[in-house]
């Protein structure tokens, strides 16, 4: 089987479809919200400490796990620990990208819907934006199609393979991402205020920090890269062997964080030019707030808010787009390799289960809205298992794994390609994994549980 993998035919495409799996929704709406919630630079002061201490060595990690097997995430552990429990990461890895994947398509399907609706001219008009987006929601068939429609695009480019699905879609895609973000920067920039949203982003008010302000950057951190679902695991697996561990985990961490922190810039700008809008508006922020900001801040130029909302939505469109692309290709890697199926047998088998459930998720806004447990309608509990309990357990037992069991030779010669190329920072890194990256996630872990 390892002969017949499929492997990233360039290192540029290896960064860009890497770095495309850690851009999601996750920079361009869940860091926002986290922004406007925890009181602006200060938090982003704190964001790039724990992306630069925590984030990249738990990548690395990820990447050094899945280049030296080369095989999907479960077959990675079960090789590197033999009949060990440590395999039980591997199927959390694979089974929380499927989980995530599944109520991931539906919220998705929103972006792909909301950007038809700009396109078409419907989105800005004087209207009640949470009646809109409510009764969309709720509605048994919309959403749903709209969710097929993104699992269809989804499942186009994976069921092509690594370099001609993958790596190519994503060189075409992740230039076009940062390209839109460029053009929705300086557009934001020209809105009257936005020097109150630059304020609020770049003048850091250290008297906010509190402990939970970090705990929530170190949270939005480690869910922004995309860690512990199998995803980075997935894709260093088709790394070529010259490919520079280290240095490419900076590359996309820094991608990643420069996405993020750019979308800010398009997001608080465009909300300050409208008085009576608050910044923590939460995960309203994109689909009601914002297309009622767009219809105020372009209400003398119509055409120019036509135009950007268009390129915000598919902005958000592209960026969960790529990140959907890793979270099932997670998967399909390991049902094509288990069970020796072809990549389209697999691929279609995964995409069907993905959008079953995925059809569940999104009807438990509407017609399925009373079946609960212990409060949580469907969506809710598949985002509150996976991102609450999965995750973050997971990202502390690839740091136990890496940093105590694994062989400290075997770590080092994959970080420095067998000893051919340097990293000054081995002793940095292999401290952080050991300690301060698993008490950092755990106590993220318990916030998040305790009450």
């Known amino acids: 089987m390892v002969n017949k993998r499929g492997n990233f035919g360039s290192k540029i495409g290896a960064v860009l479809a890497s770095a495309g799996s850690a851009v999601g929704l996750g920079n361009v709406w869940r860091f926002p919200t986290e922004v406007g919630n925890n009181g602006g630079a200060a938090f982003i002061f704190v964001y790039l ?14 990447f050094l796990i899945g280049r030296h097997t080369r095989a999907n995430t479960i077959t990675a552990f079960s090789k590197l620990a033999p009949g060990k429990w440590w395999r039980i990461e591997g199927v959390a890895g694979v089974f929380v990208a499927f989980l995530i994947l599944s109520y991931y398509i539906i919220v998705s399907g929103w972006t792909l819907f909301y950007l038809v609706e700009s396109l078409g001219g419907r989105l800005l008009a004087d209207k009640d934006y949470k009646l809109v987006f409510d009764n969309f929601v709720t509605n048994p068939w ?12 989804t499942h186009f480019i994976i069921a ?16 076009m991402l940062l390209f839109i973000i460029g053009i929705l920067v300086v557009c ?7 020097s109150e949203g630059l304020r609020f982003l770049l003048k850091p008010d ?25 995803c980075l695991c997935t894709y260093a697996s088709y790394f070529r062997a010259d490919t520079r561990l280290p240095k490419t985990a900076v590359g996309v961490s820094s991608i990643d964080t420069f996405v ?3 979308s800010g810039f398009i997001i608080f700008p465009a909300v300050f030019s409208v008085e009576g809008v608050s910044v923590d508006a939460g995960p309203g922020l994109v689909f009601i707030t914002l297309p009622s900001v767009f219809n105020i801040a372009f209400s003398h130029l119509p055409w120019l808010g036509y135009i950007f909302s268009g390129f915000f939505y598919l902005l958000l469109l592209l960026a969960a787009l790529t990140s959907a692309m890793s979270l099932h290709e997670s998967v399909t ?4 390799e288990a069970f020796h199926l072809s990549r389209k047998k697999a691929a279609i088998a995964v995409s069907v289960t993905c959008m079953t459930l995925g059809v569940a998720c999104s009807l438990s806004f509407g017609v399925l809205s009373d079946l609960t447990l212990f409060g949580l309608n469907i969506f809710e509990l598949f985002d509150f298992t996976s991102s609450k309990i999965i995750l973050p357990i997971g990202g502390i037992i690839i740091c136990l794994f890496t940093g105590w069991y694994l062989d400290r030779r075997l770590v080092e010669s994959e970080l420095t390609n067998g000893g051919t190329i340097r990293f000054r920072l081995f002793r940095l890194y292999y401290f952080i994994i050991r300690y301060v990256a698993p008490l ?12």
């Open 49 to 62: 400490i724990c992306i630069a201490v925590i984030g990249i060595p738990v990548m690395m990690s990820e």
């Open 142 to 153: 919309q959403p749903v199609l709209a969710g097929v429609a993104f699992m269809g695009l």
């Open 160 to 175: 092509r393979g690594v370099q001609s699905g993958i790596e190519r879609f994503s060189k075409v895609m992740m230039p």
């Open 188 to 194: 934001s920039f020209s809105m009257p205020g936005s």
């Open 206 to 230: 250290f008297s906010k920090l509190t402990a939970d302000v970090v705990l929530s950057a170190v949270g939005q951190a480690f869910y922004s890269l995309s860690l512990a679902m199998g």
């Open 260 to 262: 993020a922190i750019l």
């Open 333 to 336: 890697a390991y049902v094509l």
């Open 440 to 451: 950092a996630i755990a106590a993220v872990f318990l916030r998040e549980l305790l009450p």
